[in-house]
């Protein structure tokens, strides 16, 4: 069955520090991919998104994420954290084609960064 | 832009309720909206495909009968939780994909219905 693994559930850093969150997942096709944020709150967001092309992609508020096909991965990474990244981050993949389309979400990543 | 709206937010009943949750896309069009159900600490797990104007699509082990959905148009998809019970209590939370959904374009999010069956 697909699946999305992220491999961390909780995840604390200081301001400034640098974050990578894990993703995997399992299937073999082609798939978009995606990362979600949740600020507490308030509804789950797009960050960044992947389809094709340059497996570096940047999103919003200094996120960028790589795809690894190789290892099946889509870490999303920011160089320096701020207080305002405090949230819940969830990865998604989205096996191409298919009847539905939908999207598998990973379990999420609850991000805290303290001031 | 693309803003989903759910409503209610947050909602308390008896056991053996029927509860009604609605998704609307404020901004655009959706031939298909997503339900989704998330339990404390674990992931979102899609419960089914709303489709505009046709019968939704389930996921395998989600009750059709249980959980109603209708799309009865291109702006508006309803889930309704009938003869609720304690073990349904959770978080509801819909999506909405713009007018010809494809890969290339996301989902856009509701904030979500909290269900709490008593």
């Known amino acids: 069955a697909q699946s999305v693994s992220q491999h961390n559930h909780h995840v604390i850093l200081s301001e400034a520090a640098s974050l990578e969150l894990g993703c995997n997942y399992s299937?073999?096709?082609?798939?978009?991919l995606f990362w979600y944020v949740q600020y507490p709150g308030q509804h789950l967001q797009l960050l960044l998104k992947?389809?094709?092309?340059?497996?570096l992609v940047k999103g919003i508020k200094g996120f960028e994420a790589e795809f690894i096909k190789s290892k099946f991965s889509f870490n999303l990474r920011k160089p320096s954290v701020q207080w305002s990244d405090t949230a819940e981050y969830f990865c998604a993949v989205k096996p191409y084609g298919g009847a539905t389309n939908k999207l598998i979400f990973g379990t999420g990543t609850l991000l805290a960064v303290q001031p | 832009g693309a803003v989903v709206s759910q409503h209610p937010s947050w909602v308390i009943c008896k056991s053996g309720t029927s509860v009604k949750i609605e998704c609307r896309s404020l901004d655009f069009q959706a031939t298909t909206m997503f339900w989704y159900r998330q339990f404390p600490k674990q992931s979102l797990m899609l419960m089914a495909t709303?489709?505009?104007?046709?019968?939704?699509?389930?996921e395998q082990g989600v009750e059709k009968d249980k959980f109603l959905i209708n799309h009865a148009s291109l702006t508006l998809s309803t889930l309704t939780v009938t003869s609720a019970h304690p073990e349904d209590s959770s978080f509801y939370i819909c999506?909405?994909?713009?007018?010809?959904?494809?890969?290339?374009?996301?989902?856009?999010f509701g904030d979500g219905t909290r269900l709490s069956i008593l």
């Open positions: 709303s489709n505009e104007g046709s019968k939704a699509t389930y």
């Open positions: 992947y389809f094709s092309g340059d497996p």
């Open positions: 299937y073999g096709g082609t798939v978009n």
């Open positions: 999506s909405a994909a713009p007018l010809s959904f494809n890969s290339n374009q996301p989902q856009h």
